[in-house]
Nanobody, 120 residues
Framework: QVQLVESGGGLVQPGGSLTLSCLAS????????MSWVRQAPGKGVEWISD???????SYSSSVKGRFTISRDSAKNTLYLHMNDLKSDYTAVYYC??????????????RGQGTQVTVSA
């Protein structure tokens, strides 16, 4: 069955960097678009970034220039490289699988999330 397992979260100081990983199983990641979303305390789910099967990427305005999404097909793993972190980036970060190859489709699976806390 489809599983997504995020890792790499933790406590980091403002201005620091983290790389999140999402290990996929039960499907071939290169055949599907994937995305990262996050949920801050007391707030709704916010879309951050996605990547389609052609490797085209897109980002929300709140993270563009700071975050980079990438994919290692050999490892069936999705990454989110986060630089120059701010305190309002504190949230649980989730990776999601899209229903098809396009980034415009809906998500059908989401992982359990990994906590990122940005604090001095």
């Amino acid at each position: 069955q489809v599983q997504l397992v995020e890792s790499g979260g933790g406590l980091v100081q403002p201005g620091g960097s983290l790389t999140l990983s999402c290990l996929a199983s039960g499907f071939t990641m290169r055949d599907y678009a994937m995305s990262w979303v996050r949920q801050a305390p007391g707030k709704g789910v916010e879309w951050i970034s996605d990547i389609n099967v052609a490797g085209a990427t897109s980002y929300s305005s709140s993270v563009k220039g700071r975050f980079t999404i990438s994919r290692d097909s050999a490892k069936n793993t999705l990454y989110l490289h986060m630089n120059d972190l701010k305190s309002d980036y504190t949230a649980v970060y989730y990776c999601s699988k899209k229903t098809g190859s396009s980034e415009f489709g809906p998500d059908d699976y989401r992982g359990q999330g990994t906590q990122v806390t940005v604090s001095a």
